[in-house]
């Protein structure tokens, strides 16, 4: 069976797209390597490869800012947090560092989905203020909270402003731009074919984006679902699906791409009861060996999904010798790691 992505790539090679001209975006880097594979591996002639994007660098390119790292957007927001408030009412920067990363992320969503800076703060100001309200009396604690929620829109814009003198910017404030720009962007890219591959869920910023793009003829996007929930009115896996095939303006002309019906096809499943947490990462070991030894290309489409995130390790060591490359997907942690006892022990 030919995996989504090799389905796309025949697709497109059966359309006669020239791969050269052709920008890939996709939801992660990962996917992208699996693109890149999969065209090498698919076509039979050398070519100058396509650009392929994750849908972050991509709208970082639009952008045209880098996204700042957690450290520095921490840093800059205290000191705009200094700026705007008086010595007096203000947190110093360890008491700061416990609710700076909420605000981070809070003005990371409130740019991701584009939502209007003025009135989202000044209804969360004012709701404030009336939780507030029934007070007997308005200690300095309480005033000063709800000084803190009306200088939240300062906050934000000095915050960006200082990110953007740097050419740098928080990834919801260079999507808030890139929307911006996405105008000028796509006249300037005329000559040149878009695919988008694999999207389900989108927040507005990148709905505004891709709508822009598809009103170019020539660009493509393929969605990574199947026909039997696609065709379920009800069901979550489909549900961000059906709404943009409600309300985008594309979809009343094109069709949806990339539906596939696999998940109605017969499958064998085998039921395996182990004891305990370390065996099961020892038979997987010895499964892996199996199908090494006897067909060792199905190690490329075998996948062996955790229920437990702590087996990661014991899972590592069953792994034979003689498999040398896999690919992990999923985090590890830090506590559990080797070095974070060692050091728990000598603390």
Do not use: C
């Given at each position: 069976?030919?995996?989504?992505?090799?389905?796309?790539?025949?697709?497109?090679?059966?359309?006669?797209?020239?791969?050269?001209?052709?920008?890939?975006?996709?939801?992660?880097?990962?996917?992208?390597t699996f693109l890149k594979n999969s065209i090498s591996n698919?076509?039979?002639?050398?070519?100058?490869?396509?650009?392929?994007?994750?849908?972050?660098?991509?709208?970082?390119?639009?952008?045209?800012?880098?996204?700042?790292?957690?450290?520095?957007?921490?840093?800059?927001?205290?000191?705009?947090?200094?700026?705007?408030?008086?010595?007096?009412?203000?947190?110093?920067?360890?008491?700061?560092?416990?609710?700076?990363?909420?605000?981070?992320?809070?003005?990371?969503?409130?740019?991701?989905?584009?939502?209007?800076?003025?009135?989202?703060?000044?209804?969360?100001?004012?709701?404030?203020?009336?939780?507030?309200?029934?007070?007997?009396?308005?200690?300095?604690?309480?005033?000063?909270?709800?000084?803190?929620?009306?200088?939240?829109?300062?906050?934000?814009?000095?915050?960006?402003?200082?990110?953007?003198?740097?050419?740098?910017?928080?990834?919801?404030?260079?999507?808030?731009t890139a929307t911006a720009n996405i105008e000028d962007f796509?006249?300037?890219?005329?000559?040149?074919?878009?695919?988008?591959?694999?999207?389900?869920?989108?927040?507005?910023?990148?709905?505004?984006?891709?709508?822009?793009?598809?009103?170019?003829?020539?660009?493509?996007?393929?969605?990574?679902?199947?026909?039997?929930?696609?065709?379920?009115?009800?069901?979550?896996?489909?549900?961000?699906?059906?709404?943009?095939?409600k309300t985008w303006n594309y979809f009343k002309t094109n069709?949806?791409?990339?539906?596939?019906?696999?998940?109605?096809?017969?499958?064998?499943?085998?039921?395996?009861?182990?004891?305990?947490?370390?065996?099961?990462?020892?038979?997987?070991?010895?499964?892996?060996?199996?199908?090494?030894?006897?067909?060792?290309?199905?190690?490329?489409?075998?996948?062996?999904?955790?229920?437990?995130?702590?087996?990661?390790?014991?899972?590592?060591?069953?792994?034979?010798?003689?498999?040398?490359?896999?690919?992990?997907?999923?985090?590890?942690?830090?506590?559990?790691?080797?070095?974070?006892?060692?050091?728990?022990?000598?603390?």
């Open positions: 069976m030919q995996s989504f992505i090799e389905e796309v790539v025949l697709e497109l090679i059966q359309s006669g797209t020239n791969f050269t001209q052709t920008v890939f975006v996709l939801p992660s880097k990962r996917a992208g698919t076509l039979n002639k050398t070519i100058f490869g396509p650009e392929i994007y994750s849908i972050e660098t991509f709208v970082e390119k639009i952008s045209g800012l880098t996204y700042a790292t957690n450290t520095e957007q921490l840093f800059a927001l205290y000191n705009s947090y200094s700026t705007i408030t008086k010595e007096k009412d203000r947190d110093n920067f360890l008491r700061f560092s416990k609710w700076g990363q909420t605000i981070l992320q809070d003005f990371n969503e409130i740019d991701r989905y584009l939502i209007s800076t003025k009135d989202i703060f000044s209804h969360l100001s004012a709701v404030q203020e009336l939780n507030t309200y029934l007070e007997d009396e308005k200690t300095p604690l309480i005033e000063n909270y709800i000084k803190f929620w009306n200088t939240l829109e300062a906050l934000y814009t000095h915050f960006n402003a200082s990110l953007f003198e740097k050419g740098i910017a928080t990834q919801g404030y260079a999507y808030r796509t006249k300037k890219q005329s000559n040149k074919k878009f695919v988008f591959i694999g999207f389900n869920a989108l927040n507005k910023a990148e709905e505004k984006i891709i709508q822009k793009l598809l009103e170019i003829p020539t660009t493509d996007i393929f969605w990574d679902i199947d026909a039997h929930f696609l065709n379920d009115p009800i069901h979550d896996a489909s549900y961000f699906i059906r709404q943009h095939l069709k949806l791409k990339g539906i596939s019906a696999n998940y109605i096809t017969p499958k064998n499943f085998k039921l395996i009861g182990v004891p305990k947490n370390i065996s099961q990462a020892k038979y997987i070991g010895n499964l892996l060996e199996e199908i090494n030894v006897t067909n060792s290309k199905k190690l490329e489409n075998t996948a062996i999904v955790l229920g437990d995130e702590n087996l990661l390790n014991p899972l590592m060591n069953a792994i034979p010798d003689n498999i040398a490359r896999v690919n992990i997907t999923m985090g590890y942690p830090i506590n559990k790691t080797p070095i974070a006892v060692l050091f728990n022990l000598y603390f």
